[in-house]
Structure formats: C-alpha cells, structure tokens
Nanobody, 124 residues
Framework: QVQLVESGGGVVPPGGSLNLSCAAS????????MSWFRQNPGKERVFVAG????????FYSDSVKGRWTISKNNAKNTLSLIMKDLKSEDTAVYYC?????????????????WGRGTQVTVSS
C-alpha cells in the first residue's frame, strides 16, 4: 500500500521560510508526477506546485511562482517544497499527492495517492 507522509509544517511570520517534505513508501513508487496542493476550511483543495518525471519539469501556481521551489528525488522517493517570502494567504493545510499518469497536473481528481497533510500558518 502506497503511503505519502508530509512533514515540515509550522508557524512562521510573514516574510519567513519553511521547507516541506513528503516521503513515499510502498511496493511500487513509479509516479509520473508528484505535487503539492493546499486547502483551507470550507474551500477547495488547490494546486500549488508539481514535479514531473525526474523532476526537471516543474509547474507552479501563479500565487507561488518565483517564491517557492519544488524538487523531486526519484531515488529517495521524496518530494520537497522550499517556501520563501511566506504571506498570510499561504496559510493552509498542505498535501502531498502522486499520480502514476500525468493528465492535468493541476486537477486534484487526477491524483491517485494523498498524504494526510501538514499545517502551515503564516502569522505575526
């Protein structure tokens, strides 16, 4: 059974930084794409960033482009998100997701596996 476990969330002041990590485990981990989504209470889970294939090809939402960096390590089955210049609107639960086949990288319905999430709170 595939499991995705996120870590690295916490409370940080505006302008600060955090590094999120996702560790994948299980019998078969040949994911085409791994991504980060985020969600606030009562709102939809939305795409943040994704890394396809060996991680050379990356995708970002407009809200985080230029501030954050996603990286994928296929050998270690890990996914990372370096979050810089955090803003209050970045506060959310962040989820790691993985899909065996890439269809629409920003559509949560196309992902096969999800972690349980890690809370990120940006507050002074």
């Amino acid at each position: 059974q595939v499991q995705l476990v996120e870590s690295g969330g916490g409370v940080v002041p505006p302008g600060g930084s955090l590094n999120l990590s996702c560790a994948a485990s299980g019998p078969t981990l040949d994911f085409s794409i791994m991504s980060w989504f985020r969600q606030n209470p009562g709102k939809e889970r939305v795409f943040v960033a994704g890394a396809w294939g060996r991680g050379v090809t990356t995708f970002y939402s407009d809200s985080v482009k230029g501030r954050w960096t996603i990286s994928k390590n296929n050998a270690k089955n890990t996914l990372s998100l370096i979050m810089k210049d955090l803003k209050s609107e970045d506060t959310a639960v962040y989820y790691c997701a993985a899909a065996r086949v890439l269809h629409r990288y920003n559509d949560r319905a196309d992902y096969d596996y999800w972690g349980r999430g890690t809370q990120v709170t940006v507050s002074s």
